[in-house]
C-alpha cells in the first residue's frame, strides 16, 4: 500500500515536471519570438525612416533641378529679342555712364511694347520663380557686375554672410550673333523658400547641401553638422559615430551643378519613435507571462482532479465498491467531471448488477434450456422429409412427393448460413419454390424464365429473387385465373445485372404504388403492409453495393406488377470469359 502511494507520488512529480517544462518552454519560445519582432520592428523603423529622408533628398535635388530649369528657360528667351541681347551687351562690356547714354538713346527710338532693357528682363525672371531673391550679371572682360535686387531683407543676410555660402545657379551669357561669352548670370534662391519645398509631414533627420568645395549652403538643422567629405556615397546610407552618437547618412553628388546633396538621420530619433512599440513588446512579454501562469495553476488543478479520480480507481481496484468521486470537488460541464460522473454511475450500475446477478445467472440457464430444446437437426429434418417423399411415391402420391422434394430443397437453401451465394444457386431456390407453387396451382400458373447463362456463377445476396416471386404468390396471383403468368428475366446491362419480375396479376392503385415508393426512399424502413419483403430487398441491396443500386417497382392495377432489381456485376469481362460456366 505504502510502495503504490509512493510510485502514485512519484508519477504526479513527474507531471509536474513535465507541465513545468512545457511552460518554460512556451516562455522560452515566446521570448524568442519577441526578440525576433522587436529586431524586426527595430529594423523596419530603420528602414523607414531612411526611407522617409531619402525622399527629403530627392525631393532637394528634385528641387534645385526645376531651379535651374525655370532659370535655363527664362534665359533662353533673352536671345529671341536682340534688341535685349545688345543692351545685355552693352551692360556687360562697358562702363556704367557709356550704358546709361545707350539705356536714353535705346528709350527714345524703342517702338515696341516689348521690354527692352535689362532691369525689365531681370523682373521677369522674379516672377517666373518666386524663390530668387536676387541677379547679378557680371562681365568676363571688365568684372562689371550689376545687381538686381528682389528681396533686400534676404540680399543683406547674403551680404552679410558671405556670397559662397549662398544659394546659387550661374548660366553663362553669349554675344547673340556668336557662342562667344560675354559674362554670367547668377541668380540667389532664398533658403527659407528651399526649406518649405523639402519639408514634410514626417521629416526624419535632416538635410544638408555643400558646394564640391565643402561650403555649406543649406542645412535644416539649427547648428551646422559636419560629414566625411567624400564622393557619392550611392544608394546605400552609411553609418558613423560622432560624438557617443550613431548617425546613418548618404551623400548623393549633382555633378551638374557642382553640388552635394545630404541626408543624416540620427538613431536616437529613431529611438524616439518606436520607443512605443518596445513598450508594446514589453506589454506582450508580461501578458504572455499571465498567460502561461494562469495555465499553470488551472493544469494544476486539473492534475489533482485526476489525482482524485485514480485515487478512487485505486479503492475500486482493490475491491472497495462502494468509493466514489466527489463531485463537490469536480467541474460537472468538463471532460474530467463527466468521466468522475460515469464513473460514479458505473459503480451504481455495476452494484445493481452484482445484486442482480443470482437472478440474471438463473435466467440465463432457463434460456439456454429453451434454446436446446426449441433445436433441430437439419440432417434429422432433411432425413424426415426424404422418408415422407420416398413413402408418398411408393404408395403412388407422385405429387405429394414432389412437393416434398421441393419442400426439402427449400429448407436445405433457407438453412445455410452464408450470407451470399451465385446466381445460380438463388434461380435454383427460385425454381424450386415456383415448381412447389406450380404443384399447388396446376394449370393456373406458367413460370417463364429468361437468364443469360453466362451470370450464373456471379455473386448475389441470398433470399433476393425468391422473395419477388413469392411476393408475386401473395400479393398478385388471381386463384380463380386460369392464364397467371410471371415472367422471370436475368439479363446484363452493361457491368449491372438486371433483374426483372414481371406478372399480369392484380397491381396496385397509383396511390398504394406512391406510397410504397416513398417507403422504400426512407433510410429508415419500418414495417410496410404486404410489402416488408420488398423493403427489406431493397435496404440490404443499397447497404451492399451503394445508393444507385436497388430495387425499383411499376404496377397498374388490373394489368400487373413489374420489379426491377440491380446490383454491380462483381466479375470482370475477362474472368468470365475463362469461366467455364460461361
Same mark, same amino acid.
Given at each position: 500500500?505504502?510502495?503504490?502511494? !509512493?510510485? $502514485? ?93 545707350? &539705356? ?34 557680371? $562681365? ?69 547641401? #555643400? ?89 494544476? &488543478? ?124 438463388? !434461380? ?46 401473395? #400479393? ?77 417497382? #411499376? ?28
Amino acid at each position: 500500500m505504502k510502495g503504490r502511494r !509512493l510510485r $502514485s507520488r512519484a508519477r504526479y512529480q513527474i507531471f509536474n515536471r513535465i507541465l513545468a517544462m512545457y511552460s518554460i518552454i512556451i516562455l522560452l519560445v515566446i521570448s524568442l519570438l519577441v526578440v525576433l519582432i522587436a529586431k524586426y520592428v527595430a529594423d523596419d523603423f530603420i528602414t523607414r525612416s531612411l526611407e522617409a529622408n531619402e525622399k527629403q533628398v530627392e525631393a532637394l535635388a528634385v528641387y534645385m533641378a526645376e531651379r535651374e530649369r525655370s532659370l535655363a528657360t527664362h534665359l533662353r528667351e533673352l536671345y529671341f529679342y536682340p534688341e535685349l541681347v545688345e543692351s545685355i551687351a552693352v551692360a556687360l562690356k562697358n562702363d556704367p555712364e557709356t550704358y546709361l547714354e545707350y &539705356r536714353l538713346d535705346q528709350y527714345s527710338l524703342q517702338r515696341s511694347f516689348v521690354p527692352s532693357n535689362v532691369e525689365s528682363f531681370m523682373r521677369g525672371f522674379y516672377y517666373g520663380d518666386g524663390a530668387i531673391d536676387a541677379i547679378t550679371l557680371t $562681365s568676363y572682360e571688365t568684372d562689371q557686375v550689376y545687381a538686381y535686387v528682389f528681396q533686400y531683407a534676404n540680399w543683406n543676410r547674403i551680404q552679410n554672410e558671405g556670397e559662397q555660402q549662398a544659394i546659387t545657379l550661374t548660366r553663362p551669357i553669349n554675344d547673340g550673333s556668336s557662342t562667344t561669352g560675354i559674362g554670367q548670370l547668377t541668380a540667389y534662391y532664398s533658403s527659407e523658400a528651399l526649406r518649405q519645398a523639402v519639408a514634410s509631414a514626417n521629416n526624419v533627420g535632416f538635410l544638408q547641401m #555643400h558646394k564640391e568645395d565643402g561650403t555649406l549652403l543649406f542645412t535644416n538643422r539649427p547648428d551646422p553638422f559636419e560629414l566625411p567629405q567624400e564622393e557619392d556615397s550611392g544608394p546605400v546610407y552609411k553609418e558613423m559615430v560622432k560624438n557617443g552618437e550613431t548617425f546613418y547618412y548618404k551623400v548623393e553628388q549633382d555633378a551638374d551643378r557642382g553640388l552635394y546633396y545630404v541626408g543624416v538621420v540620427p538613431r536616437s530619433e529613431i529611438t524616439e519613435l518606436s520607443s512605443l512599440v518596445y513598450a508594446t513588446i514589453a506589454l506582450l512579454i508580461a501578458v504572455a507571462c499571465v498567460t502561461v501562469a494562469v495555465g499553470y495553476f488551472v493544469m494544476r &488543478r486539473y492534475a489533482r482532479r485526476m489525482q482524485r479520480i485514480e485515487a478512487s480507481m485505486q479503492l475500486v481496484e482493490q475491491g472497495d465498491l462502494s468509493a466514489r468521486i466527489d463531485m463537490s470537488l469536480q467541474n460537472k460541464i468538463d471532460e474530467l467531471g463527466s468521466i468522475a460522473g460515469n464513473f460514479n454511475r458505473m459503480l451504481d450500475e455495476l452494484k445493481r448488477y452484482i445484486d442482480k446477478s443470482y437472478v440474471l445467472e438463473l435466467k440465463k440457464q432457463e434460456a439456454e434450456m429453451r434454446a436446446l430444446q426449441a433445436q433441430m437437426n437439419p440432417h434429422f429434418l432433411y432425413n424426415t422429409l426424404e422418408a415422407i417423399r420416398m413413402k408418398a411415391v411408393i404408395e403412388g402420391a407422385t405429387d405429394a412427393g414432389a412437393m416434398t422434394f421441393h419442400l426439402a430443397s427449400i429448407m436445405r437453401y433457407a438453412l445455410s448460413e452464408n450470407r451470399s451465394a451465385t446466381l445460380g444457386e438463388e !434461380l435454383e431456390h427460385t425454381k424450386q419454390y415456383m415448381a412447389l407453387m406450380e404443384q399447388r396451382y396446376r394449370h393456373a400458373l406458367t413460370v417463364e424464365y429468361e437468364v443469360d447463362s453466362s451470370l450464373l456463377m456471379d455473386s448475389i445476396l441470398r433470399f433476393s429473387l425468391q422473395p419477388l416471386a413469392e411476393n408475386y404468390m401473395i #400479393h398478385g396471383f388471381m386463384p380463380d385465373k386460369k392464364d397467371n403468368r410471371l415472367h422471370i428475366s436475368i439479363q446484363k446491362k452493361e457491368h449491372v445485372l438486371t433483374i426483372v419480375v414481371c406478372d399480369n396479376g392484380k397491381g396496385m392503385a397509383s396511390e398504394r404504388l406512391e406510397a410504397i415508393k416513398a417507403k422504400l426512399r426512407e433510410e429508415e424502413y419500418q414495417h410496410i403492409e404486404q410489402s416488408i419483403g420488398l423493403a427489406n430487398i431493397h435496404k440490404r441491396f443499397q447497404l451492399e453495393y451503394g445508393q444507385p443500386y436497388g430495387l425499383s417497382i #411499376h404496377s397498374v392495377a388490373d394489368e400487373g406488377t413489374s420489379v426491377q432489381l440491380t446490383c454491380p456485376l462483381e466479375r470482370e469481362e475477362s474472368d468470365c470469359d475463362e469461366s467455364p460456366a460461361c
